[in-house]
């Protein structure tokens, strides 16, 4: 029994003297209960909308009011014309409009109905059906409020979907479901590529060769591009046929997005694996440190306004995020680069720092 016990606390010394089994003891079921906490959630708060008031009276500043005091949307400015409304859509800011009829007040005097309509951004369909469904609670707590004096007044509340009026999700997922795939197929295929160098054996050839550190890296990373590409066209192609996917866009645009997504994955794999001392190892960082983060923090099905704000923050490190804005804006909005300029710069700096700190670690090796 002494020997026995003697053998189970040798087993605890190395368990704790290993930090990487440490870290999946502690760290991950940590990590992942705060990410499944704060992130998995279908409520809204926060969303930005406009308002284009046709009447500018009483009832409907009361109303505004009512609606700015509420945690879930934050008015972010006024609009004046209907035809702005496409516009605001494309910025990717705005996510609905309220858009209140002439004579509002007028109207509940003498007819007793006025009609507000609710104008929703459905690219994201559960979060468009969350902002109808909240402003129609909201306007139901005025009439209460209203009935209190006059008990025949009622504003109805019309609903429109601009983008996808049947809220197809699968419109939602696609776009979703494609830049799971190029993250994480991508980033795993290129983690193991340095890391089998280093297990064959073979590294020692590579350190004592001619090629220089950026040529290793472009090497690596050559292969799984081209196959990469081929893997986002038959997605592409699928999503159009099979399922009706629209590409409003210019399809060479989308495409050129694709493959500087397509790059910045295989840059953070390359980046992986030169960190890595072995495939397991390189494919555990992969899965965990990747597979999560894109799912929970990149937007494709819980919406991050609703996040706390320090996993908001973190979301914006993930290049999954900036991607689907820009998929989900050319597909489905049929915007061109004006519009998205700023996420397309985003991908290429971490493309760029990526393939960077990848060659300067494998400089380190060298050394």
């Given at each position: ?40 959630t279908n409520e809204i708060n926060n969303?930005d909308i406009a308002i284009l008031d ?98 025949q007044i009622k504003v109805q509340v ?210």
């Open positions: 029994m002494k020997r026995f016990i003697g053998f189970i606390r040798k087993e605890f010394y190395h368990i704790f003297r290993d930090k990487r089994s440490l870290f999946i003891l502690f760290g991950m079921p940590i990590a992942q209960i705060l990410l499944f906490g704060f992130a998995i969303v046709h009447s500018n009276d009483v009832e409907t500043q009361k109303i505004i009011n009512k609606i700015k005091s509420s945690p879930y949307f934050k008015i972010e400015n006024q609009i004046h014309n209907e035809k702005d409304i496409e516009a605001e859509f494309k910025k990717g800011k705005i996510k609905a409009v309220l858009i209140f009829e002439p004579n509002f007040s007028k109207n509940l005097v003498t007819k007793k109905v006025a009609t507000l309509q609710t104008v929703t951004d459905a690219t994201e369909p559960n979060v468009a059906s969350t902002i109808a469904n909240y402003t129609t609670a909201l306007i139901q707590n005025y009439q209460l409020q209203k009935k209190q004096y006059n008990n019309q609903s429109r979907m601009f983008y996808i009026p049947e809220l197809k999700s699968v419109f939602n997922f696609v776009p979703g479901v494609m830049t799971i795939i190029l993250m994480l197929v991508s980033a795993m295929m290129t983690s193991i590529s340095i890391t089998r160098e280093k297990e064959l054996g073979t590294m020692e050839i590579l350190l004592v060769s001619p090629i220089k550190p950026f040529q290793v890296i472009i090497g690596k990373v050559f292969p799984y591009i081209f196959l990469s590409i081929i893997n986002a066209i038959i997605i592409l192609i699928l999503g159009f046929f099979v399922f009706g996917m629209p590409i409003n866009g210019s399809l060479f645009l989308l495409l050129f997005e694709s493959i500087l997504f397509i790059i910045s994955a295989l840059s953070l794999g390359i980046l992986i694996s030169t960190i890595s001392d072995s495939q397991q190892t390189a494919m555990m960082l992969s899965l965990m440190g990747l597979m999560l983060p894109v799912i929970l923090l990149s937007g494709f099905i819980f919406p991050i306004k609703s996040m706390p704000i320090p996993m908001q923050l973190i979301s914006n490190i993930i290049p999954a995020k900036w991607f689907i804005i820009i998929i989900k804006a050319i597909m489905l909005k049929g915007v061109s680069i004006q519009y998205i300029w700023k996420e397309t710069l985003i991908l290429i700096g971490m493309t760029v720092f990526f393939i960077t700190l990848s060659i300067k670690k494998y400089k380190i090796r060298l050394e």
